[in-house]
């Protein structure tokens, strides 16, 4: 993309001393108090470009040259030199910088007219690649060069045209140039010009003609016929954009009580897993216990015959003389202390039998404890699982419930939502068929509620994206949605028209949409000067929440700060006139010039006679 870059802006005469400002070929910011000419160098700017009328102020008058230094895309350096009240610009294929007495190069006039055959609207024009570039007059197809004044004015906003309710787009508030204004910006945003119109149709043509916009009536009169409402685009728009609001909150809703219930269907599954596998333990314990408590039974039941064992010796005639009891040995063939030796033997056997079980006894019960304990843990644990399971199936139907009636009405807003779509869509198509009805017919037969060139949708959303991206980028508060309405010809943001607004607000989203063309003109090698000059963007602009009444007061440091870093990275060149002072980093990285705010400072664009007097 081509563009231009300011390099310079001078006053000078033989009688005076020069008054310049030089400009930085990214980001130049002029600040400092009031009545120091700081607007007035925007109006000169303007002016230089092709303006027709430049209200010179006090410390102007005695100049009798003004100088724009200007760069062009391929580094060639050019000087444009206009006396003031003249229509003659004389160029200079040179940097100038000081009173100028050499002869010009060419000259060129600063107004561009349909007669014009050598104005500085079609040299740089020329210079750029969009000479060949038309745009429609008025309804009936007529159409004429784009001139460079197009271009500037949407480039270029002096202080009055910031805070001005009238649209950035028009160039007056007459009736006269809306067409051409709409034009410009479909060209802008479309890239497609308008075709001269040169010649009619003969006899044939116009048969055909006649039966072709038959045609396209019938079709448009069936297509109106098919829509839902009575509601214009603008109407369903709105429509669309509230029901989308109430759907998104219904949205988070059923998002919000989905997760709830998967949540709760999560836990109640983990629950019902737990809860088998204690069931499955308690019924290993039970079994457990079960057998064990059998065995401790046969280990009481064998100690408790030991004893009667050990009890009932005397009873079993262990000590009676005559045949042994033990081994049935007659008395003559026993040994003296036989008898006494088998009691021994049998009481050491029963004990040792005794001592065995009592220890397999006393073993079994710390295991039977502990079988116990985890029983009654696991019979606890089963219990509260059961309360959390009763507890969780009651938020699983009430989920459950709550979700049915949600679901319901969301889907009642999407059915409405897809009317209105259909609706829209309906819309625009019956938008291109009258397009090209009125192509055909020779007249733009549109409705009287939107301009006579149709900016279509997508290029309109590619430029509203820009436009969002750069307010959030300057995080100004309560503008949110912001977008460029052709229908209204207007920026609207929050729901409101920028007319509706405060000054804060116009001054603010007169900038934003200023800087946000300028970079999708960049982007999708539109034509465009490549430069942006500002006069007061924020300085009238106040947050939402001050207790200042009134809009008319400085802005929030937050958005200030935000707008100027952002103005950092703009690809082109940008020009800032402001009274506040930017940040610090700003100043550190921008070209920045301040006017009379403390000793030392520059008096003013103009120089003052203290300064002149130094100079001498």
Not at 516 to 537: M, N, Q
Request: charged letters at 25%.
């Amino acid at each position: 993309m081509a563009d231009l870059r300011l390099t310079h802006l001078t006053y000078a005469s033989a009688a005076k001393p020069l008054a310049t400002v030089d400009f930085d070929p990214s980001l130049t910011v002029v600040y400092g108090a009031s009545d120091t000419g700081k607007s007035f160098i925007a109006e000169s700017i303007e002016y230089m470009l092709g303006g027709s009328k430049l209200d010179l102020i006090s410390e102007a008058e005695g100049y009798s040259q003004i100088l724009l230094g200007l760069e062009l895309d391929d580094g060639t350096p050019l000087t444009l030199l206009r006396v003031p009240d003249s229509n003659t610009i004389h160029v200079h294929w040179a940097d100038l910088r000081e009173l100028v007495t050499r002869p010009s190069d060419f000259d060129v006039t600063a107004k561009h007219t349909a007669r014009s055959k050598n104005s500085l609207s079609q040299f740089l024009l020329g210079h750029l690649g969009w000479d060949d570039l038309r745009i429609r007059t008025n309804d009936a197809g007529g159409s004429r060069e784009l001139r460079l004044s197009d271009l500037v004015h949407l480039s270029v906003v002096p202080e009055n045209r910031m805070v001005d309710k009238r649209s950035p787009v028009l160039h007056s508030s007459s009736a006269n140039g809306k067409t051409a204004a709409a034009s410009v910006m479909r060209l802008l945003l479309t890239g497609e010009g308008d075709a001269e119109v040169t010649t009619g149709m003969n006899a044939g043509q116009r048969r055909v003609n006649k039966g072709q916009v038959s045609l396209l009536d019938r079709i448009i009169v069936d297509l109106q016929n098919k829509l839902s409402t009575s509601e214009n685009v603008q109407e369903l728009r709105d429509r669309h954009r509230r029901l989308q609001t109430t759907i998104d909150g219904y949205s988070r809703a059923v998002e919000t009580i989905t997760h709830q219930h998967l949540n709760s269907v999560a836990e109640r599954m983990s629950v019902t897993e737990e809860l088998a596998g204690i069931e499955a333990r308690l019924a290993e314990v039970g079994d457990l216990m079960s057998r064990f408590t059998l065995l401790e039974k046969q280990y009481r039941s064998d100690i408790d015959r030991l004893v009667m064992v050990t009890e009932a010796g005397n009873l079993l005639g262990f000590f009676k003389v005559g045949t042994c009891v033990f081994c049935g040995a007659e008395p003559e063939h026993q040994h003296p202390d036989h008898s006494e030796r088998e009691t021994t033997q049998l009481h050491l056997a029963v004990e040792t039998e005794m001592a065995k079980t009592t220890s397999l006894l006393d073993d079994l019960r710390p295991t039977m404890r502990d079988l116990l304990s985890q029983l009654e843990e696991l019979s606890s644990r089963r219990e509260e699982l059961k309360a959390s399971a009763t507890r969780l199936d009651a938020d699983i139907s009430i989920t459950r419930g709550r979700l049915a009636p949600l679901r319901e009405d969301m889907d009642q807003h999407l059915e409405v939502r897809s009317a209105i779509e259909r609706d829209l869509d309906l819309h625009q198509r019956i938008e291109e068929l009258e397009d090209r009805r009125s192509q055909l017919d020779g007249e733009a037969a549109t409705p009287a509620h939107r301009p006579t060139d149709y900016i279509p949708n997508r290029a309109l959303s590619a430029f509203d994206q820009v436009l969002r991206h750069t307010l959030e980028a300057w995080k100004v508060p309560s503008v949110e949605f912001a977008e460029y309405d052709q229908y209204q010809m207007e920026i609207r943001a929050g729901n409101r028209l920028r007319a509706s607004r405060g000054k804060g607000v116009r001054s603010v989203l007169h900038s934003a949409f200023t800087t946000a063309l300028a970079h999708y003109c960049r982007e999708h090698d539109r034509p465009h000067p490549g430069l942006v000059v500002l006069d007061s963007p924020v300085v009238t602009y106040r947050g939402p929440h001050s207790d200042a009444p009134g809009d008319d007061v400085p802005m929030t440091s937050t958005v200030v700060d935000h707008f100027y870093r952002n103005m950092l990275t703009f690809p082109g060149q940008v020009i800032i006139f402001e009274n506040g002072d930017p940040p610090h980093d700003v100043i550190a990285q921008a070209r920045t010039h301040r006017f009379r705010l403390q000793e030392g400072d520059r008096a003013g664009f103009f120089p003052s006679s203290r300064e002149r007097r130094s100079g001498s």
